[in-house]
């Protein structure tokens, strides 16, 4: 099924304002003093829409772009995007994409170093590579006890350009830095015996959204860092306990429906599947055309609200694929009201803690029967 477009009038829609993903783009280099800012856009851009955002950031003054594969800096390429872009993943089954579209691939092992020098080589080509040193994560990247060794050797092949190196830091939105400190530690660690052995990669860094928003204990553990890899603020949400308050952030995406129904229930009556919600009182039962088929997890149910005339309503009732009940009393909601289910005035942080999840994933979800909405 592919994305409706913005000609299709379905109620339910996801509105993306690019003016703020530009002040959430501007907040970020200020944040990183001078560094290069690399835009996070993988997954679509987080389920905003990755071509548009990456026009408007590109256009804005970001100087290079990270998705997680070839195929996603593909759709990029194809648009006409020429910034360089980093690919987190590595090339995976795909090494002639990365040479052939002049992508940044991350290099986690020797694998992906002799496919891609052979790559290269086949096509008279010389490939920009990064290297990502697992410093904790324990997910992806060479281990550290082994990241010199790889190092040297990715620099020792003149088919590919050794461009940069960095980690990932796993716990980076949490109140104590401590654990991101301690990886901090082994990095440098790793970048210091490199030095010794003449290498040196033109960008380092470690600062995704949670490790920019902390500010300078950060920076300062790492003084060499002079790139940051900014996401989820870059969508206007915070990731984190670790985030400054002198922090500011605008909501990019506004997922929004109308009242589809209205209907007045008497005390007792059960409204939804399984009758997990049932009438305490006689009130008036608004029907949403938005579902999990949307993006609105059935962890929701009976957990989250909705903002209709600026005042918030809890949804009631199990939450399914197409429709959900919104109690809203006596309130002077009509059928054809907006009512939004996150956005300004009802931050997606919201919504993830009544559901039980985090932003990222209520974002990415958005399913591909809402059209995105791009406004200037």
Known sequence: MSRPTVEVDRPTRAIVDLSALRANFAEAERLAGGRRVIAVVKADAYGHGAVPVARALVAAGCEQLAVVSAEEACELRDAGITAPILVFGGVMEEPGLAVAHGLTPVIHHRGHLEALAREAREREARCSVHVEVDSGMSRMGVPAGEA??????????????????????????EADLTPCLEQLAIFREVLAAGRARGIAPRLVHCANSGALMAGKPLFEALPETNAVRPGLMLYGVSPGESASRDVSLEPVMTLQTRVAHLREVEAGVAVGYSALWRAKQRTRVATLPVGYADGLLVSASNNAEVLIGGRRHPLIGRVSMDFVGCDVGDAAVAIGDEAILFGPGLPVEDLARAAGTIPYELLVRVGLRVPRIVRE
């Open 148 to 173: 010199v060794e790889l190092l040297a050797a990715v620099a020792a092949e003149p088919a590919l350009e050794l461009e940069g190196v960095y980690t990932h830091f796993a716990r980076a939105g």
